[in-house]
């Protein structure tokens, strides 16, 4: 039989199917759940995360507290954002910015960008203090002092005197489900930022509240305090994940902040790339604490 030509054969050629389309990963499910709590948060009302919901959110402790203690306020309001992504560090930090009196105003986006170019993330994560410190001091102009050793002992009186002074704390901590500190060993490890503090007094001379009775405000020109006065202490924190306060007690802060050890075994196994210190998260954020401070002081 004669051969044929190419162009018989070109149009007897079965025609080669199209490729299918790309097979779409799902999200991450980090950015399933920021993605719902911005929508919550989206949807709340517009008072949440100011300063008339602490005062409700401190008068239900007040109502379960001792009512032989005085109870002292020192808080400065700082704004609420919800993350997106795993960007709960660098949230924090944006929050704490409302309290260094900026010049200019500071965007999440331009923290982000900076963190990504200076090697500090790939994805928004935030697993290093001192990398943290770093940023703070080039987006804000800020002065930092970065505590190791944890929250006891002499960093404890480092801290109350930072936050009676009306100054942010950036603290790493292991988040339950309720946004609280737990201790799961970091596999949840998280950042807050502490603008203010509750103390539960025993003695002093302070100013009541006009609308919280048992809640005090301090004095003009407050005299130091003293430990043996105190009898109890909430930290007053924000966190990327609700636009609310939330009130911690201090020692369950503390406890949450001294044990973060590792990476969670899903995150290290999710696929993607994270930038974590050599010496992992023990020695990127376990014990360690951030103080901001306005550079004129």
Excluded at 126 to 152: D, I, K, P
Aim: charge should be negative; glycine fraction near 8%; include cysteine.
């Amino acid at each position: 039989m004669p051969e044929e030509d190419g162009a018989s054969a070109a149009t007897n050629a079965v025609p080669i199917p199209p490729p299918p389309p790309p097979t779409l990963c799902p999200p991450p499910p980090s950015l399933v759940k920021s993605k719902f709590f911005k929508k919550v948060a989206d949807s709340s009302d517009p008072s949440v995360g100011g300063c008339e919901e602490l005062k409700k959110l401190i008068k239900n402790l007040l109502d379960r507290s001792s009512r032989t203690l005085k109870w002292l306020l020192y808080n400065q309001h700082i704004p609420s954002l919800i993350q997106e992504g795993p960007q709960c560090g660098l949230v924090a930090l944006w929050m704490a910015g409302g309290l260094l009196e900026m010049k200019h105003k500071v965007t999440l986006d331009k923290i982000v960008q900076m963190a990504m170019a200076r090697g500090y993330t790939s994805l928004g994560e935030m697993f290093s203090a001192a990398n943290m410190a770093c940023l703070a001091e080039e987006v804000f102009g800020c002065h930092y002092q970065l505590l190791t050793g944890g929250m006891e002992g002499e960093n404890r009186e480092r801290i109350l005197r930072h936050l009676t002074d009306g100054l942010p704390v950036l603290i790493p901590y292991d988040e339950d489900f309720n946004h609280e500190p737990c201790q799961r060993d970091g596999h949840r490890a998280h950042w807050a930022v502490i603008s203010g503090v509750l103390f539960g007094m025993q003695n002093g001379s302070l100013c009541p509240d006009p609308e919280v009775p048992g809640l005090y405000n301090p004095p003009p020109n407050p005299p130091a305090l003293h430990s043996g006065d105190i009898d109890q202490i909430y930290l007053i924190a924000k966190q990327g994940k609700s636009l609310r306060y939330q009130l911690w007690e201090y020692g369950s802060v503390s406890c949450s902040n001294s044990q973060l050890l590792q990476l969670d075994p899903k995150r290290a196994s999710d696929g993607n790339i994270y930038v974590i210190p050599e010496g992992g998260l023990q020695d990127g954020l376990n014990a360690k604490i951030l103080l901001l401070r306005r550079s004129e002081n």
